[in-house]
């Protein structure tokens, strides 16, 4: 087994890392930058390594393997680092850090926040992860509601990751189906098959860097000539103003976990005149906490007033950042939520559906020099509405333009610019087995409803996929209400990127000046 980890993921110029690996004989460790090019900084050699037993507890506590190397970060610019370790027998693995500026030396007005806490929640390296004990599940040993059954509440971050996490290949599909269900199909999850093919877990696509949302969205905007500046979600959470000197936050990962730290400096940040970019969809859905200086990670999503720790501590548990008993849901901040959006083009949840957003508010200022109007479909080719998405419930007023209905944190002010339904999960009872694992309905309708009807259930199974703004305090925030914005800009859609242009001089960005 070669595989390795790092006691951190984010460092700045000037600091180290430790690696810690097991592997065979002597290894070569690489470290390169990966943003429109993948540029080597580092090469290491002869790298004094053994193997090491992968702990029954790994999961939860870690591995505890011993320092094969510290690494000392040079004058590198700030971005993504692929660490790529191979072994005697030419076995490789990989990991990653992320380099953030120097300390008061902030090179961009915009800063990219990597979706690290979504990387934590879908690691299973070791056995389990917080959706499922998926050692198990994919051995056949426990059946998907069983597995399900015994995810984890508490993960360390001192282990591997799986390695679509960290290194998806470029035939890795996308989680949307590419194509519309056709008459009487099955319906189906298009990159389901090739998971189980190549060894993965149901899991394994959701999150990480490489070849996912966060790359595809960089590899666009160095093209474009946009400098940004990196940092994780723990960096959020773990030191005070990290965005003070930016005028942009991006979030373009499936940004779906958030700590209470984080999200007091991202609403302070807005508040105080910033503009917040959300590039993706179902952001800021759980809410999760850091213990051990960044070391555990704490997500017992469902769970998350079930231990005697976050009984005695509400404000601190986790659970639903729209759950009653923190008054705190996330559209206050995001404008939209999962809860009245859901998925697309995902088995049963609109199989068929039209995977682009028709559009209403032709005159909203991201649209300008779009040379979209009131009625015209974008993205439907690329497709860009799928998988998760975000929205809101609304009304058509007398003009026929939607207008949010303020509920669930939506704020009265949101702006409506398009939408497209989707479904929360697939309906029972409807001629076809289920594809996807079903959702807490019950506990979703009484956060959203008040109840656990089965009506109120109803309600919450068909919602939209919104394309919004709004104000808040002094700053601004845009969310495009869909996981898949940034394969808008990788396919070159004009729209899109016209779009993303108009939001990032919004909110005080451009391209650098080249010769």
Not at 390 to 408: I, K
């Amino acid at each position: 087994m070669t595989a390795l980890y790092t006691d951190r993921l984010s460092v700045r110029p000037g600091e180290t890392f430790q690696v810690h690996a097991s592997a065979k004989g002597l290894c070569q460790l690489e470290i390169a930058r990966v943003g429109r090019n993948r540029v080597v900084v580092q090469t290491h050699v002869d790298i004094a390594t053994a193997e090491y037993p992968i702990p029954t507890t790994a999961d939860a506590e870690g591995c505890g393997w011993p320092s094969c190397l510290t690494v000392t970060v040079g004058d590198w610019a700030s971005g993504y680092y692929d660490l790529l370790l191979t072994d005697a027998d030419g076995q490789s693995a990989r990991h990653f850090v992320c380099v953030r500026p120097a300390k008061g030396q902030t090179g961009s007005r915009a800063a990219i926040v990597l979706a690290t806490n979504t990387y934590h929640s879908y690691n299973w390296w070791g056995g389990a992860n917080a959706y499922s004990d998926v050692t198990s599940l994919m051995t056949g040993r426990k059946s998907f509601a069983d597995a399900m059954d015994d995810a984890i509440g508490v993960l360390s971050t001192q282990r591997p990751f799986i390695p679509l996490i960290v290194g998806a290949p470029d035939d890795a599909p996308r989680l949307i189906n590419l194509r519309k269900r056709g008459f009487e199909e099955q319906p189906f999850a298009a990159d389901y098959d090739w998971m189980i093919a190549n060894g993965c877990s149901p899991y394994d696509g959701s999150a990480g860097f490489l070849n996912k949302w966060e790359h595809r969205f960089v590899e666009w905007a160095e093209g474009e000539g946009y400098a940004l500046d990196y940092h994780t979600d723990y960096d959020l959470d773990a030191e005070d103003d990290v965005l003070k000197d930016y005028s942009c936050a991006l979030f373009v990962g499936h940004s779906e976990y958030w700590s209470g730290r984080e999200r007091d400096q991202i609403e302070r940040f807005v508040d105080a005149g910033g503009g917040l970019a959300i590039l993706s969809g179902n952001t800021c859905f759980w809410k999760v906490r850091w213990d051990d200086d960044g070391k555990t990670y704490v997500c017992r999503k469902w769970r998350g007033f079930d231990a005697a720790e976050d009984r005695n501590d509400p404000a601190n548990a986790t659970h639903l950042w729209s759950h009653p008993n923190f008054a705190r849901p996330e559209a206050e901040l995001t404008g939209l939520s999962f809860v009245f959006g859901g998925y697309h083009r995902l088995g049963m949840c609109a199989s068929r559906g039209q995977a682009g957003f028709t559009i209403y508010d032709d005159r909203h200022w991201a649209l300008e020099g779009s040379d979209l109007f009131y009625g015209d479909v974008i993205g439907d080719q690329v497709p860009l509405v799928g998988y998760e998405s975000d929205g809101c419930r609304f009304q058509f007023d007398d003009n026929g333009l939607p207008r949010a209905t303020p509920m669930v944190g939506v704020p009265e002010n949101l702006e409506i610019i398009g939408l497209v339904p989707c479904a929360f999960g697939e309906e029972a009872g409807r001629g076809y087995a289920p594809v996807i694992p079903p959702e807490k309905l019950d506990v979703i309708a009484k956060v959203v409803y008040g109840d656990d009807t089965p009506e109120s259930q109803a309600k919450i199974l068909k919602g939209h996929a919104i394309l919004a703004s709004f104000k808040r305090g002094e700053g601004e925030v845009f969310n495009a209400g869909t996981t898949e914005w940034a394969h808008g800009l990788a396919a070159g859609d004009p729209y899109i990127a016209r779009i993303t242009r108009n939001v990032l001089t919004r909110f005080g960005v451009e391209p650098e000046k080249t010769s």
